[in-house]
């Protein structure tokens, strides 16, 4: 409960210093980059390095191309049929496609399952989420767009991610057996201990909910989409059909419930892909996704 409640003082709180002008209006940009540069490298470090992979991290790391491909084949469908504009279709498959699965995922993790989880959140967040984003969401993006995305461009985007460079690193050290220095550690647990706080205050900067739109219903197709058919989907796959049940598992499910990804919805702007309505999925999504997350958390946990 207290860490629900931190979730919600952080995002109101950066609300109101958004609205009040306490901040720049552009102060998340400064907040992202810290969190990027910094905080998460260091969770990253801090955590993957002493954990035990097993079987059942596949299906983690399975999670977001079958959350992706769901999307696609959803929203092309509906386009085939109701005619709909390349740059709306593409806007949907991006954000319905991919979770919020670390700004949002590691607090709500937190809350839900406690801090040992995070390294499954990160693993799926880094070599799930954000290799998903990278290859495909990139070619939505350049079949979408007047813009293209060359191959050079994609690994370019791989290598200049320091969250991603931190897994590699961490993923080396395991795999070899080598631990970080005992000071190093700590310092890297204290520095990434920064990403919850700071990831709840970015999302509160850049939440606005707009009330005028002419893609409402395309909006809530989209959350309904990501927020209810994905997680519908990967639950009845892994837990009924499967019979997975670990907490691994269990985290898995509710990272594939997380709301539409703000880097998403920012690499489809930085493309032209109907950058407003991206925001106002993003914008609504959170909000919703406290409702439907704490539904999957009931349905999990009975």
Known sequence: MDNFLLIIICIVGAMIMRDTNLLPRNAHLTVNKIIIYLSLPALVLCFIPKIKFSDEHFYALLMPWIAFFIS???????AKIYKLPRALTG?????????????LGIPFIQAMFGEHQIKNVLIIDQAGTFVVLSTVGLLICSQCSKESTSFRGIIYRFFTFPPFLAFLVSLGLNFSGIGLPHFLEKSMESLGATVVPLALLSIGLQLKLEKRSMHWSFVG???????????LVVYILYIQILGLDSELIKVTVIESA???????GIVAASYGIKPRFCGLLVGYGIPASIITLSFWYWILMH
Do not use: E, Q, R
Request: glycine residues 8%; positive net charge.
């Open 221 to 231: 197709l989209g959350l309904l989409c990501k927020l209810v058919l994905i997680p």
């Open 72 to 78: 696609a084949a959803f929203f092309l469908t509906l």
């Open 258 to 264: 997380m709301p539409p990804m703000v880097t998403a």
């Open 91 to 103: 806007a949907l498959i991006l954000l319905s496609g991919l979770g919020n699965t670390s700004f």
